[in-house]
Nanobody, 115 residues
C-alpha cells in the first residue's frame, strides 16, 4: 500500500522559513505530478505548488517568489522551501502524488506563522 509522509511543519515567526518534505513509499507506478496543497479549518483545500516529473513547476500567486518546490525522483521525495512566511500561510499542508492509476495524499503537517 503506497503512502506519502510529510515532515517539517512547525511554528515560526513571520518572516521566517520552513522546509517541508514529502517522502513517497511503496508506490509502484511512476509518479507524474507531485504537489503541495494547504487547508485552513472550515475552508476548501487549495493548491500551493506543483512539480512534474521533468521539473516543471507551478505556483499559486500568493506564494510566488517566496516558496520553492522541488523533487528528487531517485529518492521519491518532494520538498517545499518556504521563505518570508506570513501569518496567512498558516494551514495544514498536504502532499499529493498523481500516478496513472491513483491519486495519493499525505496525512498533513501543520504550519503556524505567528505575527
Amino acid at each position: 500500500q503506497g503512502k506519502l509522509v510529510e515532515s517539517g511543519g512547525g511554528l515560526v515567526q513571520a518572516g521566517g522559513s520552513l522546509r517541508l518534505s514529502c517522502a513517497a513509499s511503496n508506490i509502484i507506478f511512476t509518479i507524474n505530478t507531485m504537489g503541495w496543497y494547504r487547508q485552513v479549518s472550515g475552508k476548501q483545500r487549495e493548491l500551493v505548488a506543483t512539480v512534474t516529473w521533468s521539473g516543471t513547476t507551478n505556483y499559486t500567486d500568493s506564494v510566488k517568489g517566496r516558496f520553492t518546490i522541488s523533487r528528487d525522483n531517485a529518492k521519491n521525495t518532494m520538498y517545499l522551501q518556504m521563505n518570508r512566511l506570513k501569518p496567512e500561510d498558516t494551514a495544514v499542508y498536504y502532499c499529493n502524488a498523481v500516478t496513472p492509476l491513483k491519486n495519493y495524499w499525505g496525512q498533513g503537517t501543520q504550519v503556524t506563522v505567528s505575527s
